[in-house]
C-alpha cells in the first residue's frame, strides 16, 4: 500500500471540470444521457483517482489493480470520461464523441467488455455495490492464498440514492459488515435528488446510521472539497472495517441554472446551459478538445499506476506462489475436468444408486472441486437442502478468508451479486444454491451473469412439485421456461447421477456462459446405464432409448420426467408401440448443435414432451404432431406423489398422449 | 381503539402450549413441516391475540378487523392452530390431521384464498413484512377518507431472521418509517437460528439500530415472558412509529432435547422428542385432542372480536359515509368502466396523435382515475417516464393519507409486495409502474400477486429495444416470454391509444388476475381507426387487416411491432401478396378464447410473428408453416431506429420472411 501522492491541487480542478465538461458534451451530442451524476460526483472522482487509485491503462487487467464500480450506472461519462483522459487505448475522443452510439464503446450504462477499465455492468441498481461487495471478498480470499505482496488492493464504490433505496443494498452491506471487508470503500453522491424529486419524496433513512448497524465505518464530508474528500479517504483506507463516505454533492454542479435539481438528472442541459456552464467553470475550450495540462494530470496517475504494476510484476516473478498465482486466474482446464468426471463417471456402477439429482450434484461436486484448485461454494442458508458443501471445505469468514464456502444468509440476489463479483475480480470459480423458485429473488443478478457472460454456476434445488409439501410458493412451475428466456444462460435439468455430472463438467469449465441447474430433491433412478464415456449431456439432448424397428412416437423429457417417460415407453412396448425416449437436459446446448445431429434426435414420429413444469420453451423440441405433458398452472401442497398423480404428469398420462397422437 | 383485556394468565398459558402441541404433532402425522417457529413464538402469539386482536371468526371479512400476517410463513401451523382453536368454521381439526395433504386447506406455507383468516399467501421471505405495509398504509389511506370509526385497526406481523436478512426487508421498514406507519407493529422472532445453523455464520448487522435509523419505534423483549411482551405490544400501539419488537426467543421452545437447535426448524421432532415435550410440558391429551378450557380461553378472544365488530356495524349503519365505504370495497363497476372507455375510444379522433402507449397509458388512465373512485397510482422513482400521475392526483405522505399518488422510491419489489397489500386489505385498486426490465426486480411479488389472484396493475413502460440508447441493462428481450410463462397474470402489449385504453378497462376491473401493461417509450401511429366501440383486446388477439380474396399469409404482431407489420403488409401488397395482419395485445385473454374464434383469426395461410423479443412463448400463435422476426440475444446502446434496423426488425424484414414462406 503506497501512501497517498502529494499533488498540485490546481491541476486536480481542472481535472474535475474536465469530467464535467466532457459528460455535459457527450450527453448534449448523444442528445440522450444523465450529466447530473458525473458532473456532481466529479470532485470526489478525481480525488479518488489523482490521488488513490492504483491502475495502469496500458495493463488493464492487472490483477493487483484497485477496482472502481459505478454502482450509480447511469452517470457512465463519468468513468467514460476519466479513461479517456487516463489514456485507455481503447477509449480515444471519438468515442467520447460517438456515446450512446451504434458501435461505439460507449453505451448508456457501462457495460463489461466493451471498453477496458470498466470492472463490471452497472446500470440495474444495488448490483454495482453488492457486485463490489464480491470483488472485496475475492480480494481478501486471494490475498489469504498468496499473500500482500501479489494481492493488495482496494474496491471503491460510486453509489447514490437509487443503489441505496434498493433493497439488495441490504444484502450488500450485511454482507461487508459481517466480512469485515476494510478495503471497500463507498463514496455515496449523497445529492437528495432522485428522478421523481427530492429524496423526501420516498425515503427517511438515516444511511449513516444504517450502515453503522452493519458494522461500517461512517463518515461524512462535502463533496466539493477535495482536502476533505481526501482525507476521509485515507481514514476510510486505515480503519478495519468497510467505510462509507457520505459525500454532500449537488446533483450537476457546475450548471449555474440547472444544478440542484432533478431536471439534471437525466435530460441533456441544452445549449444555452451548456454555455453558460463553459463561463461559470471559465472553460474555453471547445467540445471534445480538452488542453495538454489536464491530459498531463490524468496520465500522472496512470504513470503512477504503470509503476506500480511494474513492481508488482517483479515482485510476481521471484513469488514462490507466482506459478500458483497465475494458474488460479487463467482459464479452468477442461482436459482435467474432463477427465475427472470421465473417472468419476465410469466409477458408478452400472446400478448406481437412486439418489436425487441435488445429492448426484453433491457427489459430482466432491470430484469438481478435488480437480480445480479455486471453486468457491455457498448457498443462500439452504446448505442441507442444496447440498452443496463438499467434505472438507471450510466456511469463508472475517476470521478465514482462507475457507472455500460462503454461508451467503438469506440473500438469493446478494449471493447472485456477490458471486458476479466474485468472478469478475478472478481467482475463483463460484458456485452457489437456493430453491430453484428464488430464482426470481435473484434474477437480476443471473441477468447480469448472462449480460457479462461470466463463468458462474447457480445450483437450484428443489426443481418442480416433486418438492411436495412446501407448496406452490415453493413450487417453480415457470421457472426453468423464463431462464430458458434469458440469453447466455445453460440451464440444465439432469435427470440422473450420471448427467448431473455432465452438467457440472460443462459448469464448471465454462467461460463466458453461465450455468444454472435445476435439480431434484425427491430420488432418481440411474438411466444412463450405458454410454457413460462421452459427455452427451453437453449436447443437449440425446436418445436415450431408440426402439427397435423404427419408432412410432418420440418421448421427449427432462431431469425427474425422464422416468415417467421410460416408464410410459415400456407401457407402450407392451402395447406394441414402439417409443424412443430423448433426454433433453439442456435446451440451449441442444440448440446449438448442427441440424442433422438434432433432426437424428428428435426423428419423424410424432413427439409427447415431458416436463412438470409449463409447456413455454418446449417448441423447439416439438413440432405439428405433438403432445405436451406438464403443468398449466400453480402447483399445491401434499406429498410429491399425489401431486404427480392429480396434475396428471405419469408414465400413463404420456402414454396415454402417445396413443392419442398416433392413433 | 379499546384497552388491552384483563386475562387469566394461566389459562393464556394453555393457549400458548397449545399452539405448541398442535404444531408438533401436525407436523409430525404429516411427516414434513416446520415446528420450530410456532413453538418459539407460541407465547408472543397466544399474548397477542388473547389481548389484542380484534378479528371475528364468524365475519372473516369484516374490513375494520386487526391484520396478521405471519411473514415467516414456514411456520404455518401457528396460524392453523390458532385459527382452529378460534372457532373459524372451515379450520376443523380434520383440517389439522391433515396439515399438508392434498385437498386440505392447512397447505405447507399459509395460502390466501385457502381458508379464512389468512391475510396473505407467506413463505417468499421478506415479502409478508412488506405485504404489511401496504397493509398498514391502506389502513391509514381508509381512514384519512372514511374517519375512526370506521376504520381503526393494527397490522401485526411475525417475521424471522430470514424476513429480515431478506433485502426486501429494507425497503419495507424505509417504507414504513417514511410513512410513519404507527400501527403497523413487528414481532421479530429473535431466536439466532437459521437453517444453515447460528444467525452468527452470515449476519452481524444490529437489527435494533437498523430498524431505528428508518425511523422505527424498537423494544426488545424476553419472546417467553407474557406480561414483558403484553407491555411491549401495548406502548408500540402508543408510539407515533412503527413498530418493531425484538422478541428473544428459544426455537423450539418445549421441546426438552431439541430446542434452541436448527435441528427443529424444519423437520418434524420425532415421536420421542413429542413425547418428552409433552412430558415437560404437562401436557396429557392425545394428539389431535384439545380440552375444553383451551378452546374457551380461545373462544373469548372470538368472542371479544364479534363484540367489536358488532359495534362496528352499528356505527356502519349510521354513518354518513357508510355507502361510500361500502363501495370503496365492492366490486369495480364494470358497466361504469366499460362506457366511460368506450366514450373515450369514440372520442379520439379518426387520426389520433401519434402517441407512445405510454402516453397512451397516461390518457388511459385519466379516464380510469375519473371513473375509479379508489384508485391509487404510483411508481418506483419513474413518474415522468412512466406517465402514471394524473391530473389533480396529490402524492400519499405521513401528512396527507388522503392522497392518491404514492412515490414508491427505486423499489420496484417494495412498491409490487405494497400494492399486493393494499389490494388485500381492500378499499382501493392499486397500480404502480418501472421500466419492463425491472420487472425483474418485482418478480417474486408480481408471482404473489397471480398466486393469490389479486387485482393490482403493473404499468411497465420502456418495453423494448425502442427505448434506444440505456441499453441491454434497460432493454427488455426475455421478459415478455417470463412474465407470459407466469399462470394468471394478463401481459398486454399494446399496439396503440386505443388498444391502450382497452388494456386498461380490462386491468381496472379484474377481480382475480392481475394485468402488467407493457408499454412503449416510442410514439406509435394509431391503427385502431376503425371498430373502437367493442373492446378487442378483451379477446387477446384479433384481425386488424383482413386484405380482399383471401390471405396468402398472416403477420402477427403486438405492441409497437404492429405497425411494421401493418408496413409489412403494405410493402407485400405492391408485391401482389395477400398479408393479413392480426394485433396480439394478450396472449393470455386469446388462448381463453373457443377454438373456432382463434382459427378464424390465425387462419390458415402461414404466419409471420413480430416482436422485439425473444420467440419464446409465441408457438400457440404460429404454426408449422412460420416464421418469426424479432430479437434473439441482449440488445445494444444506439438510438431506436438504428437499434431496429440493425436486429433486423422492420416492414422490409417482415416481407422477406413473408414472401419465403409461401414460396
New interface residues.
Given amino acids: 500500500m503506497n501512501a497517498p501522492t502529494k499533488i498540485d491541487t490546481s491541476a486536480e480542478a481542472l481535472m474535475a471540470t474536465a469530467i464535467r465538461v466532457l459528460t455535459m458534451d457527450a450527453v448534449q451530442a ?1 442528445n ?2 444523465h450529466p447530473g451524476m458525473p458532473m456532481g460526483m466529479a470532485d470526489v472522482a478525481a480525488v479518488l483517482f489523482n490521488r488513490f487509485m492504483q491502475i495502469d491503462p496500458s495493463c488493464p487487467k492487472w490483477p493487483d489493480r484497485d477496482r472502481f464500480v459505478l454502482s450509480a ?1 447511469h452517470g457512465s461519462m463519468l468513468v467514460y470520461s476519466i479513461n479517456h483522459m487516463l489514456g485507455y487505448a481503447d477509449m480515444d475522443m471519438d468515442q467520447i464523441r460517438s456515446f ?5 464503446r460507449t ?3 457501462p ?1 463489461y467488455g466493451h471498453a477496458d477499465g470498466i470492472e463490471t ?6 448490483q454495482g455495490i453488492t457486485t463490489a461487495v464480491g470483488m472485496a471478498l475475492a480480494e481478501r480470499m486471494h490475498n489469504a492464498r498468496f499473500g500482500d505482496d501479489l494481492v493488495d488492493h482496494y474496491t471503491y464504490v460510486i453509489a447514490g ?2 443503489c441505496l ?7 450488500a ?2 454482507m461487508a ?2 466480512w469485515q471487508l476494510g478495503r471497500m470503500i463507498v463514496l455515496w453522491d449523497d445529492n437528495k435528488i ?4 427530492s429524496t423526501e ?7 449513516k ?2 450502515f ?4 461500517w465505518h461512517v463518515q461524512e464530508v462535502d463533496g466539493h472539497d477535495r482536502e476533505a474528500i481526501a482525507a476521509a479517504i485515507e481514514a476510510a483506507r486505515k480503519d478495519p472495517r468497510p467505510s462509507l463516505i457520505d459525500c454532500k454533492t449537488v446533483i450537476g454542479q457546475g450548471a449555474p441554472n440547472k444544478a440542484g435539481s432533478h431536471k439534471v438528472h437525466g435530460a441533456p442541459l441544452g445549449a444555452e446551459e451548456i454555455a453558460a456552464t463553459r463561463t461559470a467553470l471559465g472553460w474555453a475550450h471547445e467540445a471534445f478538445t480538452l488542453p495538454k495540462d489536464v491530459y498531463a494530470a490524468w496520465q500522472a496517475v496512470a504513470a503512477r499506476g504503470r509503476q506500480a504494476r511494474e513492481g508488482w510484476e517483479a515482485r510476481l516473478l521471484c513469488n514462490e506462489h507466482g506459478g500458483a498465482f497465475e494458474k488460479s486466474l487463467a482459464r479452468p482446464d477442461k482436459v482435467a475436468m474432463a477427465e475427472a468426471i470421465a473417472a468419476y463417471k465410469q466409477k458408478l456402477s452400472a446400478d448406481a444408486p437412486k439418489v436425487a439429482t441435488r445429492k448426484a450434484s453433491e457427489m459430482a461436486l466432491e470430484v469438481v472441486n478435488a480437480t480445480l484448485p479455486n471453486s468457491i461454494g455457498g ?1 443462500a ?5 442444496n447440498l452443496t458443501l463438499t467434505k472438507g471445505m471450510a ?1 469463508v469468514s472475517k476470521d478465514n478468508y482462507g475457507g472455500t464456502y460462503i ?5 438469493e ?2 449471493m447472485s451479486a456477490a458471486m458476479n463479483g466474485i468472478a469478475l475480480h478472478g481467482g475463483f470459480f463460484p458456485y452457489g444454491g437456493t430453491f430453484l ?2 430464482a ?2 435473484a ?2 443478478a443471473i ?2 451473469s ?2 457479462m457472460g461470466l463463468p458462474v454456476a447457480y445450483v437450484m434445488t428443489h426443481d418442480s412439485i416433486g418438492l ?7 413450487q417453480p ?2 421457472h426453468l ?2 431462464l ?5 444462460l445453460n440451464v440444465f435439468r439432469p435427470a440422473d447421477v450420471v448427467e448431473t455430472a455432465e452438467a457440472w463438467e460443462i459448469a464448471a469449465t465454462s467461460e463466458r456462459t453461465p450455468s444454472l441447474l435445476a435439480l431434484s430433491r425427491q430420488n432418481l433412478p440411474c438411466l444412463r446405464t450405458e454410454h457413460r464415456i462421452e459427455n452427451l449431456t453437453a449436447k443437449g439432448a440425446y436418445v436415450l432409448r431408440e426402439p427397435e424397428g423404427g419408432r412410432d412416437v418420440t418421448l421427449i423429457a427432462t431431469g425427474s420426467e425422464v422416468e415417467i417417460a421410460m416408464n410410459a415407453a415400456d407401457e407402450l412396448a407392451r402395447q406394441d408401440v414402439k417409443a424412443a425416449v430423448v433426454s433433453a437436459p439442456c435446451f440451449e446446448l441442444f440448440a446449438a448443435q448442427d441440424e442433422a445431429y438434432r433432426a437424428s434426435v428428435l426423428g419423424d414420429a410424432p413427439r409427447v414432451g415431458v416436463e412438470a413444469a ?6 423447439p423440441l ?3 404432431r405433438s403432445a405436451f405433458v406438464g403443468m ?3 402447483g ?4 410429491a406423489d ?2 404427480y398423480k ?1 396434475f396428471g404428469i405419469t408414465a400413463e398420462a404420456v402414454a396415454a398422449a402417445a396413443k392419442k397422437l398416433i392413433r
Fill in positions: 448523444a440522450s444521457g450506472g450512446r452510439q451504434w458501435g461505439a453505451a448508456g450504462h457495460e455492468t452497472t446500470g440495474p441498481l444495488g440514492d437509487g433505496m434498493e433493497g439488495i443494498s441490504h444484502e452491506i450485511d459488515g459481517h432522485t428522478i421523481d424529486g419524496l420516498s425515503t427517511s433513512v438515516d444511511q446510521a444504517r453503522a448497524a452493519a458494522g448457498s442458508d439452504l446448505t442441507g437442502s466456511p454461508h451467503y444468509g438469506i440473500r440476489f446478494g423458485v428464488f426470481d429473488y434474477r437480476p441477468r447480469l448472462a449480460l411436495g409439501e412446501d407448496g406452490p410458493t415453493h412451475v415457470e421456461a423464463s430458458r428466456a434469458m440469453p447466455n409449463v409447456e413455454q420453451g418446449w417448441a416439438l413440432g405439428a398449466t398452472g400453480f399445491a401442497s401434499a406429498p399425489d401431486l392429480h
